[in-house]
């Protein structure tokens, strides 16, 4: 079993997947035939991770209820009720400290991907730093011809360009120091927190996903995973 701990975050409302939210927590909706967040764990499980931490607070009887102490998956689960909504980082002030002596795994508990964690963990670890935030490549195009000009003077005109830029995929790896910046019951998100350790001059690394991954955050995405029937098991 691996040293690391996990730490899903599972304690949003949801309000963009309402009504669906209305009566179950987000991260209890089904994609296939079981809870997203139940996928997640049956694949970080078979991925080797043994101590998990679930952050809940929007219905959380029923998480609570659902997995348990995570004996039916071979893993151990333990909560971090948030008395109110602390922020995708604000978690991290919840834990008990003294428990982390590895790199921890956070991940948003509303997502489906393919990523191995595995080669997640060793690219951290070979490339040190205080964190490693996962990114996808998100491509826009403008609908338009753009002009680029100098006062008067058209200089190009460049037709429909694609803009390409990382966003932020929900999956961290963070150093033990920097999960102890985290007060408790101190609200903040995790790019707020990378954004001030890079401001402080520490290293933040990141590690491009190319596997599927999909954030089921709105109806559009939710509908998109049950059509696509994603199968994350190991190949």
Known sequence: PKPNLVLLMAGGFGRRLYPLTRDIPKPLLRVGNKPILESIIEQLAEAGFQRFFLAVHYKSEQVRTHFGDGSNWGVTIEYLEEGKPLGTAGALGL?????????????????????????????????????????????????????QGDGVLVQGIVEKPVQKYFVNAGIYVLEPRLVKQCNIEQSKDMPDLLQANVEAGAQVNMFPIHEYWLDIGRMEEYERAQVEGVDLKSR
């Open 95 to 147: 834990l008990n400290h003294d428990l982390v002596d590895a790199p921890l795994l956070m991940m948003n508990g509303d997502l489906l991907t393919r990523l191995s964690f595995n080669q997640l963990l060793e690219y951290h670890v070979a490339h040190g730093g205080v964190a490693t935030m996962c990114v996808r490549e998100y491509n826009f195009q403008i609908p338009y011809g753009v002009v």
